[in-house]
């Protein structure tokens, strides 16, 4: 089995900080890309932000010089710093994994439970 396990989520003022971390456990054998996903109520997943293992980033352009998504490969963790925040940035953010649980197994998406972030003064 494997778990994406999300925190650091919260209510947070217009122009504030937060850092999401989310750590996978479990029967893991390798993590290709790591990244997080937000959905606001009636609006579909967007990505925010992927990490390659090798370190190569992919960003949605409205979160540039904004967030920075890191990775630590030695404790299967990703995290995104999210500065300068805005009402817009109000959803529930997923964090998304490629995993192969052994040698053998093809690598497959895991998704994490989910995590509320709101933007409000």
């Known amino acids: 089995q494997v778990q994406l396990v999300e925190s650091g989520g919260g209510l947070v003022q217009p122009g504030g900080s937060l850092r999401l971390s989310c750590a996978a456990s479990?029967?893991?054998?390798?993590?290709?890309?790591m990244g997080w996903y937000r959905q606001a109520p009636g609006k579909q997943r967007e990505l925010v932000a992927t990490i390659t293992r090798g370190g190569t980033i992919n960003r949605q352009d409205s979160v540039k010089g904004r967030f920075t998504i890191s990775r630590d490969n030695a404790n299967n963790t990703v995290y995104l710093l999210m500065n300068m925040l805005k009402p817009e940035d109000t959803a529930v953010y997923y964090c998304?994994?490629?995993?192969?649980?052994?040698?053998?197994?093809?690598?497959?998406?895991?998704w994490g439970q989910g995590t509320q972030v709101t933007v409000s003064s």
């Open positions: 998304k994994a490629l995993i192969a649980q052994t040698m053998s197994h093809m690598e497959r998406d895991y």
């Open positions: 479990g029967r893991i054998f390798s993590i290709g890309a």
